[in-house]
Nanobody, 126 residues
């Protein structure tokens, strides 16, 4: 069983930055496609970004392109989400997720992810 633990959420003013981390248990992290999603009350879970096993391929939702950067350190079993120029509409609970088996380099589809973290709250004040 794989466990994902997110950290780094908090309260920040608009225009500020936060870095989220997600650390996975187990020894197979480098074989996982990883992703970040977010959810706000009353809305569907939204894809934010996905990163390939090596970290060389990434995909972002349009609303965060140029502001968010996903990266991973397979030696530390950790994936990061650097969030800059934050906006109030970025306020959400952010979840990291892992795909155990996939031939593609990334996926935007939540139902293809096998493991999920507990989420970390990000609040951006105006």
């Amino acid at each position: 069983q794989v466990q994902l633990v997110e950290s780094g959420g908090g309260l920040v003013q608009a225009g500020g930055s936060l870095t989220l981390s997600c650390t996975a248990s187990g020894r197979t992290f480098s074989s996982f496609v990883m992703g970040w999603f977010r959810r706000t009350p009353g809305k569907e879970r939204e894809f934010v970004t996905s990163i390939s096993r090596s970290g060389g391929i990434t995909k972002y939702v349009d609303s965060v392109k140029g502001r968010f950067t996903v990266s991973r350190d397979n030696t530390k079993n950790t994936v990061y989400l650097q969030m800059n120029s934050l906006k109030p509409e970025d306020t959400a609970v952010y979840y990291c997720a892992a795909v155990a088996t996939m031939t593609r380099s990334f996926t935007t589809r939540a139902n293809e992810y096998d493991y999920w973290g507990q989420g970390t709250q990000v609040t951006v004040s105006s």
